[in-house]
Structures are given as structure tokens and as C-alpha cells.
């Protein structure tokens, strides 16, 4: 790699990380206000918060990092044509070639990075998530115990909280248990907590009392008490087991499942479309890096415009995701169309590598460009019309 090419490789990673890193945080900030009520409603920390949510950032990367490092490559050749360097290095007599193994090395490496969290971190992480979410879901102070709620629990129970306060404590009790007609209780507590032990999870009120509603009885026993336990471990289900979903497994356990696999006998489809989405995902930035060239790197001047084929380039390789998608998305049902993300692929480097060798200027015809100059100058003329 030369000199040009390795200034062009250090360029476009520099900026790429930026890029990655700032449109990650974005998404993953819209993603976790979906999850705000772990702490509003089930009682959880900030840093519980912070630590679920981010176990969905492997997740997000795999979809913004191919797209992400179309941006920063479309950068980097408009910053090139903009300093005319591109003009420059093709009257020096270079080829184009020359800049594009900058690019292309760096494609490598994010397609690398990407393929390494597509096959390993995003599973995991989606894993930790799956059993995290699943413990906190089920705990019965965080989902079930919400503060100026009755909510029944099963039918003839009901239970009610004024308040929690710090470290999961409950304020304002009241546990109504009438699964039992011929001896019905109400049990009232100033406070209380949660107490889990290899016995099971025990709610252990104290300084309250309890009423006893005897059939045949008008007036109920009231026992007052300094601590008092209800057994809550028939209404828990964190120790039930966990299931992942095919986007929740690694890669070689999609390549050769069990086939005793319940969630695989349901959903056979979708192992193997998640298999063939996790083998195309790295070749992505690869695809994007020929089409941004194809279209952005042959050599222009300052006059000319590049609107046409940077919108050109948008377009392309927004078709390129959308027929993934959708080759995914119908390869579940039908395994023959997950080909037709491969064939776009394998058309978009054929045609690519084309017209970098020959050094194209990919442009739409005469015909199309004079319509849109037409259509924006009349648009230009009502605004400015309508502006006096």
C-alpha cells in the first residue's frame, strides 16, 4: 500500500469511527427511552438502565456500521474533488485504482469488526440481555408491587403499595387473600421487603396486623404482629428457563442446530435466514465501498456538480439493503430467494470494478438530469416569487 493509499486508509477510518460512535449513541438513545420504565414503573437503578440498554448497542452497529461507512467514504472523495487532489492525481497519470485500495483496505477492516459482532458479540450481548430482561420482568416487586396500584395477582388475591422507597423498600401494605372463603385474610404492614433464600422469595412485612375473615364469624380476629412473612415463590418465574430466538444465537450454533431444538422445530426458516443475514452482513461495507466509488471517485472539476451522484449512490445502495431485507425476510418461507441478495452483491461488483478500471463518470441520462434542473428551477422561482 502506498503512501496515498495508506493517507486515504487513515482518513477514512478516523472519520468513520466518529461517524459510528455518533450515530450509534442517537439510535441507541431512541432505543432506550422504549425501555425507560425499568425505572419508572419497576423500580430499577440508573445503573440497571443504562447497563440493559446497552447490551443492544452490538445489535444496532451491525445495521449502521455498513451504512455509516458509506457516509464517511462519500466524505472523504467529496473533501478529495473539493481540494481538486482527485483531478490532480489523475493528470499525474495514477490510476484509479490507487485510491480506491485505500478505501478498499478499510472496508476490510469494518468488514472484519463487523463480522466479528454479527458472529460473536451481538449474540451475547443479546443473550445477557434476554436473561437480564427476563430476571427483572419477573421479579414480583419490580412488575407485579407498583406503587398506588391494587393489582391482582391471582384470583382472591390482591395487593397494594403507597410507596417504594430506596434499596426496594415497600411502604403502605396491604395483601388481601381470599383464595381461601371459610378463612380470608387481610394482612396490613407499615413496611416491608423482599426476601429471597434457597427456601424461596418471602414478602416480610412488619408492624402491621392481620384480619381474620372465619366463615360464620361477623367479627374478624385482628392480630397485630412485628413481622410477618407471605410466601410469594408460587408467583415468581425467574428460575424458569430461558429461551433465545434465532437472532439470539450464535453463528455456529446457526449453522448446526439441535435438531431437538424446540424454538428450531418451530421456526426452521428463520435459523436459516438468520445464518445467510449473518454471512452477508460483513460483505455489505465491501458492496457500499464499490458503489461509493463507482459513482464518486472518477475525477471531476469543481464546476461540475456531484448532487446527481451522490443521490445516484444513496439510491443504489438503498436498493441493495432493501433487496437484503427482503430476501431475508421472504427467505423464511422461501429459501430460493435468500439467493438474490448474493446475485445483487456479485452484480454490483461486476459492474463496479468496471467502471473503476475504465474510469467512468457514472452519470443518469441527458434527459433525466435536464428534468430535475428543470423541475428545481421552477421550484426556485415560486419560492422566490412567493417570498415577495
Known amino acids: 500500500m502506498g503512501s496515498i493509499a495508506r493517507y486515504i486508509f487513515r482518513t477514512t477510518l478516523a472519520a468513520y469511527v466518529l461517524v459510528l460512535a455518533c450515530l450509534t449513541a442517537l439510535i441507541w438513545v431512541t432505543y432506550a427511552l422504549r425501555d425507560i420504565d425499568l425505572m419508572t414503573s419497576q423500580g430499577q437503578t440508573m445503573l440497571v438502565f443504562f447497563a440493559m440498554t446497552s447490551l443492544l448497542i452490538p445489535m444496532l452497529v451491525l445495521v449502521i456500521a455498513p451504512l455509516a461507512f458509506v457516509i464517511v467514504v462519500a466524505y472523504v472523495l467529496n473533501k478529495l474533488t473539493s481540494d481538486s487532489e482527485i483531478i490532480v492525481l489523475n493528470a499525474a497519470g495514477l490510476s484509479p485504482w490507487v485510491l480506491f485500495r485505500g478505501f478498499f483496505a478499510a472496508a476490510i477492516v469494518v468488514s472484519?469488526?463487523?463480522?466479528?459482532?454479527?458472529t460473536y458479540l451481538s449474540p451475547e450481548c443479546l443473550q445477557k440481555l434476554r436473561r437480564w430482561s427476563t430476571n427483572v420482568r419477573a421479579d414480583v416487586v419490580a412488575n407485579i408491587m407498583q406503587p398506588g396500584k391494587f393489582l391482582q395477582i391471582e384470583h382472591g388475591l390482591m395487593?397494594?403499595?403507597?410507596?417504594?422507597g430506596?434499596?426496594?423498600?415497600?411502604?403502605?401494605?396491604?395483601?388481601?387473600?381470599?383464595?381461601?372463603p371459610k378463612a380470608a385474610k387481610t394482612v396490613l404492614a407499615e413496611q416491608g421487603r423482599i426476601v429471597e433464600n434457597q427456601d424461596g422469595?418471602?414478602?416480610?412485612?412488619q408492624g402491621g396486623s392481620v384480619q381474620l375473615h372465619k366463615s360464620g364469624q361477623d367479627v374478624p380476629t385482628i392480630v397485630n404482629f412485628d413481622t410477618y412473612g407471605f410466601d410469594l415463590s408460587p408467583f415468581t418465574n425467574s428460575q424458569r428457563?430461558?429461551?433465545?430466538?434465532?437472532?439470539?444465537?450464535?453463528t455456529w450454533e446457526l449453522i448446526r442446530p439441535n435438531p431437538d431444538d424446540p424454538v428450531f422445530q418451530r421456526e426452521p426458516g428463520q435459523f436459516r435466514a438468520e445464518l445467510h443475514d449473518r454471512i452477508m452482513t460483513p460483505i455489505y461495507p465491501l458492496v457500499f465501498v464499490v458503489i461509493a466509488y463507482a459513482y464518486l471517485g472518477a475525477p471531476r472539476t469543481t464546476r461540475q456538480s456531484r448532487a446527481i451522484a451522490m443521490l445516484s449512490a444513496v439510491v443504489s445502495v438503498m436498493i441493495v439493503r432493501f433487496a437484503g431485507f427482503a430476501s431475508i425476510v421472504v427467505g423464511t418461507y422461501a429459501p430460493m430467494a435468500l439467493a438474490v441478495q448474493y446475485i445483487v452483491a456479485g452484480l454490483v461488483f461486476c459492474f463496479g470494478f468496471a467502471a473503476i478500471s475504465r474510469g467512468l463518470?457514472?452519470?443518469?441520462?441527458?434527459?433525466?438530469?435536464?428534468?430535475?434542473?428543470?423541475?428545481?428551477?421552477?421550484?426556485?422561482?415560486?419560492?422566490?416569487?412567493?417570498?415577495?
Open 112 to 118: 472484519v469488526f463487523v463480522g466479528f459482532v454479527s
Open 159 to 164: 395487593v397494594h403499595i403507597r410507596e417504594r
Open 166 to 180: 430506596n434499596n426496594n423498600m415497600l411502604f403502605g401494605i396491604l395483601v388481601d387473600d381470599k383464595r381461601n
Open 201 to 205: 422469595s418471602f414478602l416480610l412485612m
Open 241 to 250: 428457563a430461558v429461551t433465545f430466538t434465532a437472532r439470539e444465537r450464535y
Open 361 to 388: 463518470v457514472i452519470e443518469p441520462p441527458a434527459w433525466m438530469t435536464n428534468a430535475i434542473a428543470d423541475i428545481t428551477g421552477r421550484l426556485s422561482r415560486r419560492f422566490a416569487t412567493a417570498s415577495f
